[in-house]
């Protein structure tokens, strides 16, 4: 209708989800899903503003990156924000020394903080090294502080891998949260924060832009939250959990 | 006072946990809490009435009774409430086969259990075997159903092993609960069902009975609730929290 094409062209940005919108994540690397690389393209190509909002935290954003390109996506390190930076301008301004329970992969964002004598946990994505005694660990430090912290690299709670669905890290979040009775602070989709910060990248501000993602609770209720509008792909896990009944 | 040694005489069964408060389990079979045994033996020259109230899911209960025979306890099968054996008869009860994600020594208590085809999901404290790809199975099944069935055995929190405290099945049920939006059926303590059957097996109303342990909200939190009093013991968990700060 009319105020359908009227809202449609004071859109100036998009913000895009990675994982499950523009390929499906995997052991092999992932394979992209179909029409998505195209439809970055024609993103760019229409002028639109474009910023990829990611809670990928298996991977530096360099890394990352890099295997969009070589699956043949038009993106730059510039163009992604993802939690692991963010998290780390938390560390540095609160004086937060972290144990990290993260991806191998994902340390080396880690690199410039200082993590001796941790006041502080930080846990994320870590996949194969969420084992028992990683967990435990975690636990040992937090539960041993005056006043636990916990920074959460996102609250997903699955997401699809090209074997199959895999529990994300907010089951662990919440794991931790409950054995120590704190309330972990989000650092990524959906903290309204992050969403701000990806805005500020664009220039955008929330009125003109657009979330785009499959999760109905990070990306769809964090961005309607800061005041986007926002749209659910019926990709990545919404495919395979309503499939799968 | 006065109405404290009236309170005494009215009292006729015990309902006595057992890890953290007659011993402290761990890697090489634990270790008896100093004065323990003597004092399971004075309960039960002194003709009150004795159950065992227990969460362990680490073991069968015959294994777990043996054990404790081992360092001198006197304990028979019959005198320990166990949640596995409880979660068997809700098994049958309502036709549910499970999905078992516990301890390897629990799997004999369920060996009548049809288990093909799984409706459902039982979590114990399985410790080494919460691996990822262990918890990424339960979740599968558990997301693949129309409506989740999860039953916990027990909810939890942590417990104290001679090298450390470790995670209990509280975490991992959250975890799940979290990632599928289900909330678990609990069965062991704090269930009121659960301290109820073990009041049953003393013959003792909950007005005469006293419930030890040292979980705040498992032992003292249930057993309350239950119409019972109960007393916190400041061994186990206890203790190693609260000398850490």
Known sequence: GRAMAAWARTVR?????????????????GVPIAGSVEAVRRIKASGLKLQFCTNETQATREKFVKKLQGMGFDMSVAEVTAPAPAACRILKERGLRPHLLVHDDLIPEFADIDKANPNCVVIGDAAENFTYANLNEAFRVLIGMEKPVLLSLGTGRYYKETDGLKLDVGAYMKALEYACDVQAEVVGKPSKKFFESALAEMGVPPQQAIMIGDDIVNDVGGAQRCGMRALQVRTGKYRSVHTSH
Do not use: A, F, R, W
């Open 13 to 29: 940005g998009l913000l895009l989800d990675v994982n499950g919108v523009l390929y499906d994540s995997g052991g092999d690397g």
